[in-house]
């Protein structure tokens, strides 16, 4: 079994800042990729940001330059780090993170997801 547990999120006015974490925990090898999504109402679930094992990073436009993944790879976490923040990134957070088990199977696992509130 291999689980993700989430961390943060809450409430934050325009503008302010919010960090989400999220824990790995279980059976596992190794963990290619560390991500988070997030789903609004009304909307389907999108890619935030990811970081694969290396280092390198990928980000949706929309949050270029705002938002700031990071990796702790032993500790198997990954946080996300939201400055600059909008209504429009009022959603759900989930963390994802594609992961290669101790029976070598590669498997995609998400978290239960934290919720981001942006609004005065």
């Known amino acids: 079994q291999v689980q993700l547990v989430e961390s943060g999120g809450g409430l934050v006015q325009p503008g302010g800042s919010l960090r989400v974490s999220c824990a790995a925990s279980g059976n596992i090898l190794s963990i290619n990729v560390m991500g988070w999504y997030r789903q609004a109402p009304g909307k389907e679930r999108e890619l935030v940001a990811e970081?694969?094992?290396?280092?390198?990073?990928n980000y949706a436009d929309s949050v270029k330059g705002r938002f700031t993944i990071s990796r702790d790879n032993a500790k198997l976490m990954v946080s996300l780090q939201m400055n600059s923040l909008k209504p429009e990134d009022t959603a759900v957070y989930y963390c994802n993170a594609r992961v290669r088990d101790r029976r070598y199977r590669d498997l995609e696992v998400w978290g239960q997801g934290t919720l981001v509130t942006v609004s005065s």
């Open positions: 970081i694969i094992s290396g280092g390198s990073t």
